[in-house]
């Protein structure tokens, strides 16, 4: 059986599935509610300090089918005119909460749960200034039961132009404010840094991070993550990578999922600092998990999924992700953590030239991979009530193995040279 248990800068942790700070966790129905339904730990709903120039302004609305929302305290959908300025008529959705209830909801928590707590604070964010709240606010969090601590150091800085998270001198003050003031772990939420960057943020003895934290002072690298096999030790998905070839790492406007910016970040924090992560963001399935662990992930957070479609979806997750251990022969998450990383290359990468084939005994004739808009290879004879791939046209791109329903389709070698007039020219 798959050993789930993970230390997370030396808290133990039964699964890396941990709920993230967000409308999630700012109640103790849903704290009991990820409890129940298997995770590990919750991080809190952020507590802002009394007085915050932050508790009058308005919350986010989330993007769900193309549309902008709200989700309201009785948990119904309030929609949105997609023109309406923020802020002007809409109810709020996801309540400030100040840091007296979150020490309440602390307190209840650890006292219904035994849920691992991370409390998500912020203090004073005035460069130079209230620097010791945090220290307060942290210590409060302790004496209430918290766990850990999670600063939110995304938070933006007038004077500077800056998140508190990308002045490394504010960063290490507050950081060893907040060590000095508690004995439990603390780790900084974070927007993306480069690695000879990140460096400058862990002198201070910070216990790892989590993020990377969105909103307008995120950093999107040059090049994010390729997708990974991940029945394959992490390597490249890329269709015809020649056995023993790493990967590149792909321009971003090529991946745009969020996990793909998530991963990267775990990559460098891995590499550079070696220091556990909270990966958050876009993560909705166990093979979602497995990447980032691959990618260098110590613990995995989630949301929007949860909020999409319940507590009640890690269940199969975790089903998913066990069996998947099992079969890989995995006995714990440190056999498969950062694999991923040692097919990085700056080296010129080779690949097998591929076709794709059809096994006519396994195709039923359902025609979806006929129904690929940049794919002239693949026709269906009406009288076989079958398909077949035209090698000399085929590109390569695979698009039909994955989209096939019957697992019909593979691909195998053609060394033979395309003839680019030919495809250019061709007819149906």
Known sequence: MADLTVNFAGIELKNPFIVSSGPCTNCLIKIEKAEKNGFSGVVTKLALPVGSRRLGSQDPSYSFDNSRWTVIADNTRKDINLNQPRGKGVKDADPRLLVPQVIKLIKAAKKKTDLVIIANMEGPTNYGEGIEEWGKIATAFEEA?????ELNTARHITKYKKGIGEIPELFGEIVKVVKKSVSIPVIGKMPCQENDVLKDFTACGIDGF???HGGMNVRSPLCTPPFIDIYNDGKDLAIGLLKGQGHHLVPQSVRQPQRTLTNWWASVVYQTVNLPILSVGGF???QHVVEAIMWGATAV????????KGFEVLEDMIKGFEAYMDEQGYS???DFRGTALKYVTDEPIEYEPLAAKINEEKCDGCKQCTRIGHCIAITFSSQKKKASVDPVKCVSCAWCLWKCPRNAIF???YPKPRLIDEYLLSED
């Open 332 to 334: 714990n998450l440190n």
């Open 145 to 149: 039961g918290a766990d850990m601590i």
């Open 284 to 286: 909705e399935t166990w």
């Open 210 to 212: 989590s993020g990377p």
């Open 411 to 413: 691909m195998v070698s």
């Open 301 to 308: 957070g989630f949301q929007t999924i949860i909020m999409k």
